[in-house]
């Protein structure tokens, strides 16, 4: 072969059909199930495009941890990063993201879930698409409740989730009434404890950005959560994410999960689930007070600004985010298990109506208010957390307290107390 026609034939291989470079997309992304079922499908996306993808899976909090170091430090690592709606107006506003206004019109950015498209864009800009959107709802074995008596309503207070868990609990044959998040982290359960405090009433400061840890409503709220677990929880529950209680309801342990709407399609598969034909489910629980304990967050894809294969980037989300991927989950899964919560195309979609928990989960997601979360006014946005840039830090560490307080190493109000100390020190230092 000639030097001449081994380098044609060398740039051939960079080529593909519609005469572009082939790029190799470094994708960092959690490590849940619809986003590994998107790594099983990702050769349709090569074949379409020529382009190959190379991922990184991590941790829910590792993941977190590594993007916002690569970003904020114009790392390079990666050209596309799965994170949420606390990061993307954050990260916007730095201008560390890449607008992705400018889809194709096939793409049809429009059909994004309003609730969806507010939260990952900034100033009416999107910058990151949801892969998949969700709230948080009750997840509960339909056999555990029969036999104890009890009916679920559809919209439950949380007087009736603690009597109903405890009815539930046989800890001699590892039936736990209830599994909610005890590990730290801002995501993890901060993010839960916060969603389940503003049903309590509480609030993370108030409308003058001072801390309200130590308030009668935050002390309700950690307490009944700490006596519930305690009385029909699961061992080591400290350590418990949602992947930890995912596996432990599949694995029939489970009475109640109150968590991401999205587990729906994981607890009804019978593949992966030994109790699949026994699930039902309710809205996230309340007191009374007008607000449910549900959150609104979505897993979506963004493009850091640093990257030098944009437009390969782009057409890889199209791909993933567009409902073209839907269908193919739907192809080769079942309707039940495509991604939810993103699109409104899906939900008026009449193979997806008959999925018995598509309408709960729209119903639960319409109900989430990031900008009127609590009961009484808050000068932030968020359901789940604060959407200001201190809230990672300050989230995590409030996380790890709280989680020492589930683990028996402290009470309940000395953990609020380290709380309050720790809220008031970042409000104080960033000016608040």
Wanted: glycine letters at 10%; one cysteine or more; proline letters at 5%.
């Amino acid at each position: 072969m000639t030097l001449r026609n081994a380098l044609c034939a060398a740039t051939a291989l960079g080529l593909f059909a519609g005469g572009a470079i082939a790029e190799t997309l470094t994708i960092a992304t959690v490590n849940n199930g619809d986003m590994i079922r998107m790594q099983g499908l990702t050769d349709d996306f090569t074949e379409k495009t020529g382009h190959t993808v190379e991922w990184v899976t991590l941790e829910e909090n590792v993941l977190r941890q590594r993007v916002t170091t690569d970003i904020s430090t114009n790392g390079g690592a990666f050209d596309i990063m799965t994170i949420g709606m606390y990061e993307t107006p954050i990260w916007a506003a730095n201008d560390w993201l890449i607008s992705l206004d400018d889809l194709s019109d096939e793409y049809n950015a429009d059909d994004i879930l309003p609730a969806m498209r507010g939260g990952l864009s900034l100033d009416g800009t999107l910058y990151a698409a949801p892969f998949y959107g969700e709230s948080s709802m009750v997840m509960y074995r339909t056999d555990l409740m029969e036999a104890a008596g009890m009916e679920m309503p559809k919209a439950p207070t949380w007087e009736f989730i603690g009597e109903a868990a405890r009815a539930m609990t046989d800890k001699e044959n590892e039936i736990y009434g209830i599994c909610l998040r005890g590990k730290a982290g801002w995501g993890e359960n901060a993010a839960f404890l916060t969603a389940m405090s503003n049903s309590f009433g509480a609030r993370i400061v108030d409308e003058n950005w001072v801390p309200q840890y130590d308030s009668e409503a935050w002390s309700n709220t950690l307490n009944f959560y700490i006596d519930l677990m305690n009385d029909a929880g699961p061992p080591g529950a400290s350590t418990n994410g949602f992947n930890e209680n995912l596996s432990l309801f599949q694995q029939g342990k489970c009475g109640m999960w109150i968590d991401a709407t999205v587990a729906a399609s994981f607890v009804t598969n019978p593949n992966d689930s030994t109790v699949a034909d026994k699930v039902g489910f309710a809205l996230a629980p309340d007191n009374g007070l007008g607000k449910r304990a549900n959150w609104l967050w979505a897993w979506a894809l963004a493009i850091p600004a640093g990257t030098q294969k944009e437009a390969a980037a782009k057409e890889f989300i199209e791909w993933a985010t567009g409902t073209g991927y839907i269908e193919l989950v739907a192809e080769n899964e079942g309707w039940a298990n495509v991604p939810p919560g993103a699109r409104t195309s899906l939900y008026e979609n009449p193979n997806y109506k008959e999925v018995p928990f598509a309408q709960m989960t729209l119903d639960s997601i319409l109900s989430a208010d990031p900008n009127n979360p609590t009961v009484d006014p808050v000068p932030y946005i968020g359901v789940q957390f604060a959407a200001i840039p201190e809230w990672a830090g300050m989230g995590s560490e409030i996380g790890q307290e709280f989680s020492a307080a589930l683990a028996g190493q402290q009470t309940a109000d000395e953990a609020l107390a380290k709380a309050q100390a720790i809220a008031t020190d970042v409000m104080e230092s960033a000016g608040y």
